[in-house]
Nanobody, 125 residues
Framework: VQLQASGGGLVQAGGSLRLLCAASGGTFSRSDMGWFRQAPGKEREFVAAVRWSGGNTVYADSVKGRFTIVRDSVKNTVYLQMDSLRPEDTAVYYC???????????????????WGQGTQVTVSS
């Protein structure tokens, strides 16, 4: 599977953005899909994920209640709706896909073997 992330931009604190991750080829329907982010000088951190089986979602505590991950299996796309944005949400956001039929955790970069190119999100105060 190949991934293409888009939808980033500049927004004021309190605003909203919707990120898209379009998947092509292969095993989208059988892969967990996740979003991570990386701010300058910091490690890549987990944001949200949706499982291939059952569609269960998980979120980092820092975004719970503000971000929503949605999977559209018809369009082979995963969305990250980001509301009530804060300056500390500023980062490059990456979408990722797990190996097919994955049964492990969703919280670590090593749970995923395919990555999109990243999209910049900047939240001004």
């Amino acid at each position: 599977v190949q991934l293409q992330a888009s939808g980033g931009g500049l927004v004021q604190a309190g605003g909203s953005l919707r990120l898209l991750c379009a998947a092509s080829g292969g095993t989208f329907s059988r892969s967990d899909m996740g979003w991570f982010r990386q701010a300058p000088g910091k490690e890549r951190e987990f944001v949200a994920a949706v499982r291939w089986s059952g569609g269960n979602t998980v979120y980092a505590d820092s975004v719970k209640g503000r971000f929503t991950i949605v999977r559209d299996s018809v369009k082979n796309t995963v969305y990250l709706q980001m509301d009530s944005l804060r300056p500390e949400d500023t980062a490059v956001y990456y979408c990722a896909a797990s190996p097919p039929y994955y049964r492990g955790s969703n919280y670590n970069p090593h749970d995923y073997d395919t990555w999109g190119q990243g999209t910049q999100v900047t939240v001004s105060s």
